[in-house]
């Protein structure tokens, strides 16, 4: 890919897994001067020593960085946009990181959310007394399919046609698509973060089959997540669940696109049911199933995911009672309770507000 006229948007990009490297190796490629923050020195050190990222797959070339950094300060220090690319397990310990080091101005955006990724930081940044003049946003999944070889070296196997985006609050989305779309054209404006968090799939297609197909996890035979593991009984089953999903956006004024339309919009796989879509979906051919029950899928996608649309649901008066049964499932499997460090109402700010209200409060950021 040849490299553009440099722009002057400053990207700081937090967090050096597959997601964080193909973000920075791409942005760097097209001309954006990149910063990447991460944990572990290992990673960093050896992407200084490269001094940048090599890309390839679908994008290919070195991506020079301006520095790769343990300093969470020296990374922020005049970002315009600051780009979270971690997993929702994450999220908190993050935004307690950033609360100190964040600048009036600054971009905050949360790619992927997850569910109420938005939500959350906003909420931690309060608690930790950040006074910076920030606007939060979030995108409804990760824009890449993307694999590390190495600290340094990325393959991206996919870039997404579209992707959704919104701000907390929503009335500076456009604000915030100014700025991203330089890099990312095709993100377009979500209604606001409710949207782009229930919107996200993984929730409904993780977490049950994975409970379902425990037999086969932990069997130590070889299978395929999505090909072996949603039979037509588990996908009629999943389906079900993204009733409930659908049915508490409704709740809140928002119209979700059930799951069959999105694999058809993102990957073109259609199906009688969610058997033949899924088979049908080239992508997911070589994603294999886990070994283990105790993986993201459970983790993370009950009290990050299933946790907040109970919540929500439960406030709107709206069953989810397959939700529930998952997350209960999934609760006694584990021997975990995953209320102590979900995303309640209470762990969100928006404990004590009515459907109303919340609405409000996402819109403009008043309470």
Known sequence: ??????????????????????????????????????????????????????????????????????????????????????????????????????????????????????????????????????????????????????????????????????????????????????????????????QTSLENLNSVVHPGPTLLNTSMIESGRDWKYYWDGITPTIGDFVIEIDKERIAVGEAFGIELKPVMEWYDLLYGSKGENLTEAVRNTEAYGGIQGQKRVDTRYILEDIPMGLLPMMEFGKLAGVPTERMETVAALGGFLLKRNFRQNGRTLERLGLDNMSVEEINKFLETGLK
Not at 27 to 52: C, H, Q, S, W
Not at 104 to 118: K, N
Request: with cysteine; glycine share 12%; net charge neutral.
């Open 1 to 194: 890919m040849k490299k553009q006229t440099e722009k002057k948007t400053v990207w700081a990009v937090i967090g050096g897994g597959n997601g964080g490297q193909a973000t920075s190796g791409h942005l760097a490629i097209m001309g954006f001067p990149v910063r990447i923050y991460d944990i572990v020195p290992e990673t960093i050190e050896a992407i200084n020593k490269k001094g940048g990222i090599e890309v390839d797959g679908v994008v290919k070339g070195f991506g020079k960085l301006e520095f790769a950094t343990l300093d969470i300060d020296k990374a922020l220090d005049g970002a315009d946009i600051v780009m979270v690319v971690a997993p929702a397990l994450a999220h908190r310990a993050i935004a307690k990181s950033l609360a100190g080091s964040l600048g009036d101005g600054q971009i905050l955006f949360i790619h992927p959310g997850a569910t109420c990724g938005a939500l959350e930081f906003k909420k931690v940044l309060e608690d930790e007394g950040c006074k910076a003049d920030i606007i939060i946003s979030e995108a409804m999944s990760l824009i890449y399919a993307a694999r590390l070889s190495e600290p340094g070296k990325v393959s991206i196997l996919g870039i997404k046609d579209k992707l959704m985006v919104a701000a907390l609050p929503s009335n500076k989305t456009s604000v915030v698509l100014e700025k991203i779309n330089e890099a990312y054209p095709m993100m377009y404006a979500g209604k606001n973060v409710m």
